[in-house]
């Protein structure tokens, strides 16, 4: 063991003075020191202090506004963690002894770089000291801690924090002749680095960040807190890795490992998946409806880890990417899937249910608050792609969170048919009063239930997933650790969307059918009325394009040939059309699931089909829609930690 450290503490108090010199110490391995750039080493544990600019000395000031408080210089420092140790840290406000100022006529704000200034401060009367970096880290208190914010670093990572404090402006003449004494205190402790891990994986295992906690979930639906020193997933097994996000973030260190987590503190369940390579079986090259072969379901060979494939390497491909595109691939090749690559990643989050919404009316909207991903909850429905996409994005901006993306529904389809899924038909959630994670208690044998008295009867048979335990034929592995509402249920919009022929996104229809993006082409008048393209010009930007795929121009659905290899639509052909009730619609090989790709009149892209499309539903559905808030489509979240 060995230790560098160098100490300093100044304190400086002129009438009503304020003065923060930092300094840094250490749980478990402990040393305190200030100003340039310092190092504590211990082992394989080291971590970096570095002041980025001068001290926080107020004196003789006076109470002042936020506004004011704001604009003042402030102290800024930067945490680095140098090793290979994971690192959690708390950053706490010291005060000692000889302090005689309340906290109550005292605010400060504390902010990362990368975030966005507060627009207001915070009374130190009222932080509660609680520790939200990690369990097992521990508080040493200098007279007084109250922590401010908190993390943790990777090998490497870096956090810079801005901070402010001034005198509240509501502080009266009694603050008179006071001071305040204390310092920025950083403490922290290297975090275990032998979390389970599964070997099949290949280091593709789940990230956990911030607000996320990994869980185990019973049968019965009990939701527990999962040891990370333990086996909480096995890929092998079918038992996919499971977290959640609290209605309270700060409540997490209410529940111990192994305790359970009542559903009514659960904000939001998520599945990982992880990164992976598969075996093309089908080109996808189809640019006609011809005839279904059912032979072509089958195991999709899968290989997990953080790699990416190569046409250098023989027997793999370099993933094309685009729409259309073929590269150097083959029939036989392994390719890694395109979801894990155009966002970089070893894995990705995705939401366990259909998104629900706490929301009684205005359901088009952007509102992040209002997002819960639960089960038993109404699905989020009557809301445009550009509102879906933007509260997506929002509700957890640290773990890039965002809409579905079509390739993304298709690397979690191929999972779920592969060896390590369920690899059968999705059962199909059922549920009429569009309520998340149900299933049907029998198989549908028709479809377009809406017309037909007999699967009307059917629709009504549904099971709940958390009280029935046949439930899991919805699931995505077939037990309780997988993904739900992938066939049925409602039409999810996914971020897929054709390209005009200007090579732009389109947004729909017309004004009243579109997808509430802006600088795109719709329609000006009614579906039927193609003639003048218009630009329309109200709503949102696009976002960056690593947030959804794009499809190459056709008038026609049947071009099957534009799919992006990977994303669970072109590849699933050979394909025909279905005449059921005097209605007609193209279907896929796989499941014969309804199989219609997006084309001019309807540029956006949904998945799974909807509870009363009966047969015609299924995790390999697709259809083409116009993105317009529509009663029976909602949408899914994914996290990108």
Same mark, same amino acid.
């Given at each position: 063991m060995k230790l560098k450290y160098k100490i300093l503490l100044a304190i400086i108090t002129v009438g009503i003075g304020i003065c923060l010199m930092a300094y840094q110490s250490y749980a478990l391995w402990v040393a305190s020191y200030t100003g340039g750039e310092n190092i504590v080493e211990v082992g394989c544990f080291s971590v970096e202090f570095e002041e980025?600019?001068?001290?926080?000395?107020?004196?003789?000031?006076?109470?002042?506004?936020?506004?004011?408080?704001?604009?003042?210089?402030?102290? *800024?420092?930067?945490?680095?963690? %140098?090793?290979?140790?994971?690192?959690?840290?708390? /950053? %706490?406000?010291? *005060? +000692?002894? $000889?302090? %005689?100022?309340?906290?109550?006529?005292?605010?400060?704000?504390?902010?990362?770089?990368?975030?966005?200034?507060?627009?207001?401060?915070?009374? +130190?009367?009222?932080?509660?000291?609680?520790?939200?970096?990690?369990? @097992?880290?521990?508080?040493?208190?200098?007279?007084?801690?109250?922590?401010?914010?908190?993390?943790? +670093?990777?090998?490497?990572?870096?956090?810079?924090?801005?901070?402010?404090? &001034?005198?509240?402006?509501?502080?009266?003449?009694?603050?008179?002749?006071?001071?305040?004494?204390?310092?920025?205190? /950083?403490?922290?402790?290297?975090?275990?680095?032998?979390?389970?891990?599964?070997?099949? +994986?290949?280091?593709?295992?789940? /990230?956990?960040?911030?607000? #996320?906690?990994?869980?185990? !979930?019973?049968?019965?639906?009990?939701?527990?807190?999962?040891?990370? @020193?333990?086996? &909480?997933?096995?890929?092998?097994?079918?038992?996919?890795?499971?977290?959640? !996000?609290?209605?309270?973030?700060?409540?997490?260190?209410?529940?111990?490992?192994?305790? %359970?987590?009542?559903?009514?503190?659960? @904000?939001?369940?998520?599945? &990982? !998946?992880?990164?992976? =390579?598969?075996?093309? &079986?089908d080109l996808g090259e189809y640019q006609d409806l011809t005839e279904i072969d059912e032979s072509k379901v089958h195991e999709i060979?899968?290989?997990?880890?953080?790699?990416?494939?190569?046409?250098?390497?023989?027997?793999?491909?370099?993933?094309?990417?685009?729409?259309?595109?073929?590269?150097?691939?083959?029939?036989?090749?392994?390719? *890694?899937?395109?979801?894990? #690559?155009?966002?970089?990643? $070893?894995?990705?989050? /995705?939401?366990?249910?259909?998104?629900?919404?706490? #929301?009684?009316?205005?359901?088009?909207? =952007?509102?992040s608050e209002a997002i819960q991903i639960k089960p038993n909850v109404s699905s989020w429905r009557n809301i445009q792609v550009a509102n879906a996409f933007y509260t997506s994005y929002d509700y957890k901006r640290n773990l890039d969170s965002h809409m579905m993306k079509n390739t993304e529904w298709g690397a979690v389809a191929y999972l779920q048919h592969s060896k390590y899924g369920s690899l059968t038909s999705v059962r199909i959630n059922n549920n009429s009063s569009n309520l998340t994670g149900y299933a049907a208690n029998n198989e549908p044998t028709c479809g377009y239930t809406q017309t037909n008295e007999k699967c009307n009867i059917w629709c009504s048979d549904y099971s709940c997933n958390i009280a029935y335990p046949?439930?899991?034929?919805?699931?995505?592995?077939?037990n309780i650790t997988g993904i739900y509402d992938m066939a049925g249920g409602n039409w999810e919009y996914v971020m897929g969307v054709m390209l005009d022929q200007s090579n732009k996104p389109m947004s729909g229809k017309n004004s009243m059918k579109n997808s509430g993006f802006n600088g795109t082409f719709g329609y000006p008048t009614s579906e039927n009325d193609t003639s003048g393209l218009i630009e329309l010009t109200t709503g949102?930007?696009?976002?960056?394009?690593?947030?959804?795929?794009?499809?190459?121009?056709?008038?026609?659905?049947?071009?099957?040939?534009? =799919?992006i290899l990977g994303d669970a639509t072109g590849e699933l052909g050979p394909f025909n059309n279905k005449t059921y009730l005097a209605v007609?619609?193209?279907?896929?090989?796989?499941?014969?699931?309804?199989?219609?790709? #997006?084309?001019?009149? =309807?540029?956006? !892209?949904?998945?799974?089909?909807?509870?009363?499309?009966? $047969?015609?539903?299924?995790?390999?559905?697709?259809?083409?829609?116009?993105?317009?808030?529509?009663?029976?489509?909602t949408f899914r979240v994914v996290l990108t930690p």
């Open positions: 980025l600019s001068s001290s926080v000395e107020l004196h003789n000031t006076y109470p002042v506004s936020d506004q004011k408080g704001l604009s003042a210089t402030p102290y *800024t420092f930067k945490i680095t963690n %140098t090793c290979t140790n994971d690192a959690a840290y708390n /950053v %706490t406000l010291n *005060t +000692l002894t $000889t302090n %005689t100022m309340q906290k109550k006529w005292l605010k400060y704000a504390i902010y990362k770089s990368t975030e966005s200034k507060p627009a207001t401060g915070t009374n +130190l009367g009222t932080v509660s000291n609680f520790n939200t970096a990690t369990e @097992e880290l521990q508080i040493t208190n200098l007279d007084e801690s109250i922590i401010i914010a908190s993390g943790k +670093l990777k090998q490497n990572e870096s956090e810079t924090y801005n901070f402010y404090l &001034w005198m509240d402006e509501a502080t009266g003449n009694e603050a008179m002749n006071t001071k305040f004494e204390g310092s920025i205190n /950083v403490i922290s402790t290297a975090t275990k680095t032998n979390n389970y891990k599964e070997t099949l +994986l290949n280091g593709a295992d789940p /990230v956990l960040k911030d607000t #996320l906690i990994a869980v185990t !979930i019973d049968n019965d639906g009990t939701v527990k807190r999962a040891d990370l @020193e333990k086996e &909480w997933y096995n890929y092998e097994n079918k038992e996919w890795a499971n977290a959640i !996000i609290l209605k309270d973030e700060s409540s997490i260190t209410n529940y111990s490992v192994g305790s %359970t987590i009542p559903e009514d503190a659960i @904000e939001s369940y998520f599945v &990982w !998946i992880p990164k992976y =390579r598969y075996q093309l &079986w060979p899968i290989i997990f880890g953080d790699y990416n494939t190569s046409d250098s390497i023989d027997g793999e491909c370099t993933t094309p990417m685009e729409s259309g595109a073929t590269g150097n691939c083959q029939v036989g090749d392994y390719m *890694t899937h395109p979801a894990f #690559l155009s966002i970089p990643s $070893t894995g990705f989050w /995705v939401g366990k249910f259909e998104t629900g919404t706490t #929301l009684t009316s205005d359901y088009n909207v =952007r509102n046949d439930s899991i034929l919805a699931s995505t592995t077939g949102y930007d696009f976002p960056d394009k690593k947030y959804y795929d794009t499809y190459t121009y056709s008038t026609l659905d049947e071009q099957y040939q534009r =799919r007609t619609i193209p279907i896929g090989s796989w499941h014969f699931d309804n199989a219609a790709l #997006l084309y001019s009149s =309807r540029p956006w !892209i949904n998945r799974g089909n909807a509870y009363t499309d009966g $047969t015609d539903a299924g995790i390999f559905a697709f259809s083409p829609t116009e993105g317009q808030a529509y009663g029976a489509s």
